[in-house]
């Protein structure tokens, strides 16, 4: 019998950057303009130990690095197309660094590529911003898979799992998430373990009040923001037992794994979730393996992007480990229609008052999806890729703008090794940052 050759595929003909010119645009979900119910009310964060850091989020830089794209483009003229955070140092890293395992390559071979851009660049990365970048460039690879395919990213990773998708709110009023049809609702906690006995105090009235306010049974959950301590958790979910709170997120710093199991021995009742601030398999083996967690919370556009995500999903399922992603939009919809082990997906409230529903990545696509009545309904996502346009009225400066690149190195392409003086493209780039700067001002 005779066999048959797979069809050709388009390899990556070429690598684009963007960053977004402004603030509400793009995948910085914390760029945003002032008087944002996310940067300018009280949020309990790390930095709030410190008086001078209390009033706005942005005072300590949360919203410094902005938003990024990158288009990826096939041979045969398809563009993938992704958003994240990381501004010019991300476009930086993705011609300097990365894009040298991508032109040429087959983009279906995602697990390759992830590999070679995370081992890479591990002497510098394994979390934070590199692996912010690389999950960028792999939701775009996702995308043009897609789009080349003519099929939406969930088919590609498993099919659908329901026909709906179910969300929370994370917001400010939870009065507001309940009469939008959202099954429950996320508060940030205002007040760190740094203002003492009478900020513990505001605590568990402003949280008395918020339950008040919805009723009984009603979900309600608290965000903390990687800003509280062992014992401060301890007493705080200690004060609240007679307020049903469902679940208590990121209390604890990402570095203190085993603070988990302390709070969980102490609260075997209660449930405790945490993941958004960490980063690939390896991040997640330890919170995973030590069933401390009641759930995990990876955010797609920063722990390795899609490619990671499965993975990680995989191990939480061994452990009948829910996954509820953070945030992310669209790219976090396609993934958690696809699993057994994803319940229901948070929307992050993007508007100035967290009192109505907006698009997660503002107006940087034409036809995002956003829950209606509190649901998804899955036939919403039935479009090539992840489904979104870009807008044509997008303010995206390309990255040549500001990558000035010495000629003797150009953008992605490996040289001989310079004597320690020659800084051409950390100078051009400064010089373009300043320059962007200047006329943006003008």
């Known amino acids: 019998?005779?066999?048959?050759?797979?069809?050709?595929?388009?390899?990556?003909?070429?690598?684009?950057?963007?960053?977004?010119?402004?603030?509400?645009?793009?995948?910085?979900?914390?760029?945003v303009k002032g008087g944002h119910w996310l940067i300018d009310t009280p949020i309990s964060t790390p930095m709030s130990r410190w008086e001078k850091?209390?009033?706005?989020?942005?005072?300590?830089?949360?919203?410094?690095?902005?938003?990024?794209?990158?288009?990826?483009e096939g041979s045969?003229?398809?563009?993938?197309?992704?958003?994240?955070?990381?501004g010019p140092p991300a476009c930086w890293l993705v011609h300097q660094h990365f894009e040298r395992f991508l032109i040429g390559a087959d983009p279906r071979d995602t697990n390759h590529l992830f590999e070679q851009m995370y081992r890479g660049s591990m002497f510098y990365g394994r979390k934070g911003l590199p692996v912010a970048v690389?999950?960028?460039?792999?939701?775009?690879?996702?995308?043009?898979?897609?789009?080349?395919?003519?099929e939406p990213v969930y088919k590609m990773i498993g099919g659908a799992t329901r026909d709906r998708l179910d969300f929370y709110c994370t917001g400010p009023e939870p009065v507001a998430a309940k009469a939008m049809g959202f099954w429950g609702a996320k508060v940030p906690l205002p007040y760190c373990p740094e203002e003492g006995h009478k900020g513990l105090k505001k605590n568990?009235?402003?949280?008395?009040?918020?339950?008040?306010?919805?009723?009984?049974?009603?979900?309600?959950?608290?965000?903390?923001?990687?800003?509280?301590?062992?014992?401060?958790?301890?007493?705080?979910?200690?004060?609240?037992?007679?307020?049903?709170?469902?679940?208590?997120?990121?209390?604890?710093?990402?570095?203190?794994?085993?603070g988990f199991a302390l709070i969980k021995r102490a609260h075997p009742q209660l449930k405790f979730t945490t993941g958004e601030h960490e980063y690939s398999r390896y991040g997640f083996r330890k919170l995973i393996e030590g069933r401390n967690l009641d759930i995990i919370q990876p955010d797609v556009m920063w722990l390795g992007g899609l490619t990671e995500l499965l993975k990680v999903a995989a191990?939480?399922?061994?452990?009948?480990?829910?996954?509820?992603?953070?945030?992310?939009?669209?790219?976090?919809?396609?993934?958690?229609?696809?699993?057994t082990n994803c319940p229901f997906q948070e929307y992050l409230a993007n508007s100035p008052d967290g009192k109505s529903v907006l698009p997660v990545f503002g107006d940087l696509f034409l036809d995002e999806p956003i829950p209606t009545k509190g649901y998804l309904d899955v036939s919403q996502l039935n479009k090539p890729g992840f489904g979104l346009t870009l807008n044509?009225?997008?303010?995206?400066?390309?990255?040549?703008?500001?990558?000035?690149?010495?000629?003797?190195?150009?953008?992605?392409?490996?040289?001989?090794?310079?004597?320690?003086?020659?800084?051409?493209?950390?100078?051009?780039?400064?010089?373009?940052?300043?320059?962007?700067?200047?006329?943006?001002?003008?």
């Open 204 to 258: 568990v009235e402003f949280l008395r009040k918020h339950r008040e306010s919805v009723g009984p049974d009603f979900p309600l959950m608290v965000d903390c923001y990687m800003s509280l301590n062992v014992p401060y958790t301890i007493e705080i979910a200690t004060a609240c037992l007679d307020l049903n709170i469902n679940w208590w997120e990121e209390c604890l710093s990402p570095d203190d794994t085993d």
């Open 53 to 72: 850091y209390r009033a706005s989020r942005t005072s300590w830089g949360i919203n410094v690095l902005g938003s990024f794209c990158v288009e990826i």
């Open 315 to 339: 191990m939480a399922s061994a452990y009948d480990i829910p996954v509820v992603p953070h945030a992310s939009g669209p790219y976090s919809y396609h993934f958690v229609v696809s699993q």
């Open 392 to 442: 044509p009225a997008a303010r995206l400066i390309p990255a040549q703008y500001l990558l000035t690149p010495n000629p003797e190195r150009p953008l992605g392409k490996a040289v001989e090794q310079k004597k320690p003086e020659d800084h051409g493209l950390v100078n051009g780039l400064v010089d373009g940052v300043n320059g962007l700067t200047t006329s943006l001002e003008c």
């Open 76 to 86: 045969d003229g398809t563009v993938g197309f992704a958003t994240g955070f990381g």
């Open 134 to 150: 690389i999950s960028v460039i792999d939701l775009a690879l996702w995308d043009l898979l897609g789009k080349i395919r003519n």
């Open 1 to 31: 019998m005779a066999t048959t050759t797979a069809r050709g595929f388009p390899t990556i003909k070429a690598i684009r950057t963007f960053v977004v010119d402004g603030v509400g645009s793009g995948g910085d979900y914390h760029n």
